[in-house]
């Protein structure tokens, strides 16, 4: 079993910026990629960002060149930084850890919100 919690959300203002964090604990041994998703108000659930265990990264075309995803492996937590926010970028950021058995586990979710 894996645990995730993330902190950093917030209320930020058009141009600003954030990092998320996420916290794993449990048998992160087995964790071979952990990210980033997002979901605003009325939509699906979209990718955000990856991260592999071996630091590959993948980026959504909606936050390339804004977004940075990276890991702390000796604190089992990975962030997102995300510059020059949009209003559109509001929604609910979930962290998400894949094991090498396919299974994979879900924060509860943090709230960011870009708004003037």
């Known amino acids: 079993q894996v645990q995730l919690v993330e902190s950093g959300g917030g209320l930020v203002q058009p141009g600003g910026s954030l990092r998320l964090s996420c916290a794993a604990s449990?048998?992160?041994?087995?964790?071979?990629?952990m990210g980033w998703y997002r979901q605003a108000p009325g939509k699906q659930r979209e990718f955000v960002a990856t991260?592999?265990?071996?630091?590959?990264?993948n980026n959504a075309h909606s936050v390339k060149g804004r977004a940075t995803i990276s890991r702390d492996n000796a604190k089992n937590t990975v962030y997102l930084q995300i510059n020059s926010l949009k209003p559109e970028d509001t929604a609910v950021y979930y962290c998400?850890?894949?094991?090498?058995?396919?299974?994979?586990?879900w924060g509860q979710g943090t709230q960011v919100t870009v708004s003037s």
């Open positions: 998400n850890a894949g094991e090498t058995s396919g299974r994979y586990y």
């Open positions: 449990g048998t992160i041994s087995s964790i071979y990629v």
């Open positions: 991260i592999t265990r071996g630091g590959s990264t």
